[in-house]
Nanobody
């Protein structure tokens, strides 16, 4: 069983930056794709970004392209989400999860991931 713990959330002004981290414990996750998701009140959980096991392939939701960067350090069993130019609409709980395969899944969404973390709250004020 893989356990994922997110950290780095907080309150930030619009235009500011945060870096989220997702640390794995229990079992290593270096051979699997990883994703970041967010869940805002009244909305469905949605994928924000994903990264293949090697880091060679990434995916970003249109809403965060050019602002967010996903990366991973397999030696540290950690995935990061650098969030720049934050907007109030980025406010949500952010979660990381492990994919079922090394490469990015063909279908993009929450169903392609498991071993969800507990989340970290990001609040962006205007």
């Amino acid at each position: 069983q893989v356990q994922l713990v997110e950290a780095g959330g907080g309150l930030v002004q619009a235009g500011g930056s945060l870096r989220l981290s997702c640390a794995a414990s229990g079992r290593t996750f270096s051979n699997y794709a990883m994703g970041w998701f967010r869940h805002a009140p009244g909305k469905e959980r949605e994928i924000v970004a994903a990264i293949s096991w090697s880091g060679g392939s990434t995916y970003y939701a249109d809403s965060v392209k050019g602002r967010f960067t996903i990366s991973r350090d397999n030696a540290k069993n950690t995935v990061y989400l650098q969030m720049n130019s934050l907007k109030p609409e980025d406010t949500a709980g952010y979660y990381c999860a492990q994919g079922y395969t090394r490469e990015l899944p063909l279908r993009v969404g929450v169903m392609q991931y498991h071993y969800w973390g507990q989340g970290t709250q990001v609040t962006v004020s205007s």
